[in-house]
Each structure stands twice: as C-alpha cells, then as structure tokens.
C-alpha cells in the first residue's frame, strides 16, 4: 500500500481512523491480503483508502472494506483472520454478519456471530429443528456454535442441563486405567468443549454450573439407558461413533430435549471406519420431519489460512 493522489482507475472510501487504522493493519498487512485476494492497489491519499483495480475486483475488494469498517463500528476485533473471512464472503457473495444472525449466547468478547454463509445457516437450523448434523471439515466451527447455542439456552433457562458427549476411541471407552472420577477421565478428550464453554460464559460462571451439574460431560458408553429430558445434547466427533451408539444416543431424547451431532466423516479413527454411525445416521435421517442437516466445506474454516489448504490437499488425495 502506497500514499499519494487517487489513480483515474480507483474508487475513494472514506473511512474514520478506526476504520482505516483497521483496512490497514499492523504493518498494512490486512491490506494487502485485499491486494493480492482481488488483484487491486489500494492507497491512502487521507481521511479513507483509493482502491484501483478493475471494476468487479474494486467491488469486491470495497464489499470487504465495508465489512471491515461495520466490525469496528460494533466493536469487534479485526485480525487477519476476520479480513480472510469477509474476503471469502465477498468471493460468494454472502456477508452473514447481521446482529440478527448472532447466537444468543452472551458470550464475553460480544455476540456469537456466523463468519460464512454455512455458519450462519447452521445458526438458523440450530434455533429452529431438536436434531441438528453438523457435518464438515475441522476448524469451520460445527462444535464451538454447538457450545455456544447450547450455553444460551441454559443460562436464558430454556433448558435445565447442557450434556456433552463423544466416543473416547482413543482409550477404547475403557477409561478405567486414567485417574480420577469420570468427569476427570472424561476430560483429555473433552478439552475443545471446556474452552468453548470458557469463552462463552467465563470460567466462574462454567465452573459453577459444572458443579451443579447443570453442564454434564460423559462419554458416549455412558449415555445406555438413560432419558435425557429437557436437555440441550451435543454429540461431538460423532464419526467415531459406531452405529449401535449412534442409534442408542438419538434415542435418548426426552421430552424438551434438543440435540445437535457433530462430526466430519473423513476422520474417521474407528479399526472399521465402514462401522461410523454418522454417515449411516445422515443416509437414514435426512429428511426425517424434524430432523435438519449442516453441511461444511473446506471455504468455511475459520482456523489458520493452512487449514484450508491442507483440507484441500487431503480432499484432493481421496478424490484420485
């Protein structure tokens, strides 16, 4: 990025300090992942940013700009992260950042917001059917939604326990061997829930409802015969779920249950992965009345920019 008078090929933005100070980033980073996503030069003659480039790539490139400037104006943080985001947003065509989008998980750092057009049909999906799939890659936010919805309808009262459960096939859910309680065997494999829920509700307030056992964690074996009623059930990493345990956890629904399950099928570390109940679960379910499914890709992660590509790479390796 470069300071002087607007090129005759260039669009002006006015932008406040914040704003600008936002489109630029440290050491005008920010700007120029807008550069090189649009192929645009964008300058700062003052008091906002000239955007030169053609047409359609200046229009885009301004729909990121915008998206920018209405973060900082709601008080969001803006890193590299969120430019990547609305620079795909802008790619499709979809800003999903509305404030009527937003979880109502009041969660610390300000509203649960969608950051692609996935998320935040997933969101609606998640307010408006008791069975939810989330299906898709890792890092596109199928669990931390999960977490987050979950946690507003237990502190809004809207149900009476959040209950977290997934197959812990990396001990064979024989858990015997690990010290401590069940909650505390559970834990190892629960950790991505924890700091969800911490970031979501702070951790005075998760801790005190976890010893009320308002938020419940379990591993999957231990969900048999049980009836959870007016529970919000989130069934994480579901693809390492047999099918018996698939059918035995939907089962478990009580009366003003809700439930969403997650998982991505291409992880799948069962010894028969033919034997994972999630896909079967979806090949049986979907369409069901009452039944809703999400469905992921790589453009939806929201982790480090290499996540992407490296699911990119692994899709196009089980492709051949």
Same mark, same amino acid.
């Given at each position: ?106 969660r610390r750092t300000g509203g649960v917001g969608p950051k692609t057009a996935a998320q935040a049909g997933?969101?609606? #999906?998640?307010? !408006? ?11 596109? &936010?199928?669990?931390?939604? /999960? +977490? %987050? ?6 502190m809004r009262g809207e149900v009476d326990r959040l209950v977290v459960t997934r197959p812990a096939v ?69 693809q390492n779920a047999s099918k018996l345990q698939m059918k035995m956890v939907l089962t478990r629904l ?16 069962? #010894?028969?992965? !033919? ?11 979907? &369409?069901?009345?009452?039944? /809703? +499914? %999400? ?26």
């Amino acid at each position: 990025m470069t300071k002087g008078a607007p090129r005759s090929d260039s669009e002006f933005v006015a932008l406040d300090d914040a704003a600008l100070r936002a489109v630029c980033g440290a050491n005008n980073r920010n700007t120029a992942l807008i550069e090189d996503a649009f192929s645009v030069l964008i300058e700062t003659p003052g008091g906002g940013v000239s955007v030169g480039g053609h047409p359609r790539d200046r229009a885009r490139a301004k729909e990121v700009i915008a998206a920018i400037e209405a973060m900082v104006a709601a008080g969001d943080a803006v890193g590299q992260a969120q430019v990547r985001v609305a620079i795909t947003n802008a790619r499709s065509g979809h800003f999903p950042n509305g404030p009527a989008s937003k979880t109502p998980a009041a969660r610390r750092t300000g509203g649960v917001g969608p950051k692609t057009a996935a998320q935040a049909g997933y969101i609606d #999906l998640l307010g !408006r059917y008791d069975l939810v799939f989330g299906v898709g890659p890792a890092g596109v &936010g199928k669990t931390f939604l /999960a +977490v %987050a919805h979950g946690a507003g309808l237990l502190m809004r009262g809207e149900v009476d326990r959040l209950v977290v459960t997934r197959p812990a096939v990396e001990a064979g859910e024989k858990l015997g061997f690990l010290p401590g309680d069940l909650t505390e065997k559970v834990d190892p494999y629960m950790a991505p829930v924890w700091e969800a829920l911490t970031d979501i509700m702070g951790p005075d307030q998760m801790r005190r409802r976890r010893d009320k056992g308002e938020i419940e964690v379990a591993p999957i074996a231990f969900m048999r015969g049980r009836t959870l009623n007016h529970a919000y059930v989130i069934v994480d990493e579901a693809q390492n779920a047999s099918k018996l345990q698939m059918k035995m956890v939907l089962t478990r629904l009580g009366e003003g249950a809700r439930m969403v399950v997650t998982g991505d099928p291409t992880q799948i570390d069962l #010894l028969n992965p !033919r034997d994972s109940g999630l896909a079967h679960a979806l090949s049986l379910l979907e &369409g069901v009345e009452g039944v /809703a +499914v %999400a469905r992921f890709s790589a453009a939806d992660v929201v982790r480090h920019p290499l996540v992407e590509r490296i699911v990119r790479a692994y899709d196009a390796e089980g492709s051949k």
